[in-house]
């Protein structure tokens, strides 16, 4: 298969696969091998984008469904680390609903309002998960079976939801399952000589005064503050930062205080190799 794996040796679990390009196909191995040496244009000539996530349940089979839904729905134009969170949520849904002797389109709302319970409260999960992680994950529910009825899939979504209005007059639609315990902004602003004081103590072995401490045993200590004023100085992620090109660096001007740059389109947070579009920050010289 054309893929990369996520697969596990539990039976009992949905395993995940990535679609890739350019791999080799073994020949005279298999006969029905032989007959896929062609993936990648078949794949091509359905629309099938490299790195598009492939879901097969327990049995081996996938859901013609859920391919659709991953190449024909807004999921496949979110941004790339959103759909990696999203799949891998449907996987582990998928999973326990399969434990439960359900398939994907047979959830209902108990399956929410327990699967809600293991995730966040249970003494049998070992790593139970905030409100923001649980909001997201709802998040990516709704998507899919919100798309799954338009489409005929499923006949309800499994996620309950009620209307509330907002200050400004107007109505949303929000999940019965909404945490209650959701922050909605956790911004904490940081002058630059407060972050100077946490780079030398933290990256570079500082001490409060200014001066090296003796037993400071860090390796690499210029180039974590190099990249780390790179980011700080210039407001990109932490992806576009460390994908940055020394010919991406915009030359500075004699009297300019902020250099205009570009961000290659496929590392961008929303935006893909299609769209073109491409990022623009501004790099303070020091």
């Known amino acids: ?3 990369v794996s996520d697969r596990t040796s539990d039976c009992s679990e949905w395993w995940l696969y990535w679609t890739t390009r350019g791999v080799d196909v073994p020949v005279g ?3 029905m091998l032989d007959r896929w040496m062609n993936i990648d244009a078949r794949e091509r000539a359905l629309g099938v984008e490299e790195a598009t996530p492939i879901l097969i349940d327990p ?8 391919a659709k839904f991953f190449r024909r729905s807004r999921f496949a134009f979110l ?3 959103t759909r990696h969170s999203y799949v891998k949520d449907y996987r582990l849904f998928f999973t326990f609903l399969w434990r439960r002797g359900k398939y994907w389109d047979q959830a209902d709302y ?6 809600e319970a293991w995730r966040r409260r249970s003494a049998d999960n070992p790593r139970p998960i905030g409100g923001a992680k649980w909001a997201r994950e709802l998040a990516a529910f709704r998507l899919l079976f919100d798309w799954a009825v338009v489409n005929g899939a499923v006949k309800r979504s499994p996620v309950a939801t009620h209307t509330v209005r907002r200050r400004d007059g107007t109505v949303v639609e929000v999940a019965d ?4 315990d959701l922050r909605v902004a956790n911004v904490k602003w940081v002058t630059p000589r407060t972050y100077q004081l946490w780079r030398d103590i933290g990256l570079r ?3 409060g005064d200014g001066l090296p401490e003796p037993g400071w045993r860090g390796r690499n200590d210029g180039r974590n503050a190099a990249f780390a004023d790179l980011l700080f100085d210039s407001g990109l992620r932490l992806r576009e930062g460390g994908c940055l090109l020394t010919v991406e660096v915009p030359v500075p001007m004699t009297g300019q205080v902020y250099c205009e740059g570009s961000v290659a389109a496929a590392i961008a947070k929303r935006s893909t ?4 579009r491409a990022d623009t920050s501004s790099w303070r010289e020091n």
């Open 1 to 3: 298969m054309d893929a």
């Open 29 to 31: 191995f298999d006969d």
């Open 59 to 66: 049995a081996g089979r996938i859901d013609p469904r859920l």
């Open 79 to 81: 941004a790339e680390g």
């Open 110 to 115: 108990d399956d929410i309002d327990d699967y």
């Open 177 to 180: 399952n909404r945490p209650k």
């Open 205 to 207: 072995g500082y001490s």
């Open 273 to 276: 190799v299609r769209s073109g």
